[in-house]
């Protein structure tokens, strides 16, 4: 199985999410992960794991994200993968509880490498999706519904007009984009080929 690099580190922590959360069949994964931190630290240094649990969802736990970003992703790990929503709604963000206060420390803006997850039928570019080139989605053959912001001033947007599986198109902030050539040209190709476009 390939090891594969993401270039943005938090898409990265968000398929970590995915994975792991789907890999035990639990939201609140990150607790299982005691003997592949001892292994980290040996070399790593840092805490001890037991002292890093207390404070999860309490204090700011850089050590941990660190250690997260060391936990390897494979093609496999990503070709599993067939709903995606980008949200704040992850177990992840509990290593820095408050975040929202503090910047957009999460944020993703860069969506390169999400073609790995290539069985993906369902993706949502919600609230951690910072303007960014939608050009990665090229690769997702397969994807079906596509939900995303109009209000974002992302790049090669066109791509969603000829995504081939796609069947809905979900818009939020659709207004803002009404008087967009680009945006209306998309939407027209999409209805012609009867997808469902909501939002517009």
Known sequence: MATIELADRNLRL???DEVYTARLEDYWWLSSLGE???AY???AGGPAWDEIIEQLGIDYLPQLERFLLTLPLTSKDLAQVTDLCLDGDREVYQLYPG???FGRHFSITNLDGIAYCEALEDLDLNSMVEATSLAPLAGLTRLQRLGLDAGIQNR????IAALPALTELVIFNGAKAQDNEEWRSIVSALRV????VHGW
């Open 14 to 16: 968000a398929l970590l």
């Open 36 to 38: 592949e931190y001892a």
């Open 193 to 196: 080929r009867g997808v469902a």
């Open 99 to 101: 975040w929202w206060h």
């Open 41 to 43: 630290q040996a070399s």
């Open 156 to 159: 090669d947007v066109g791509v």
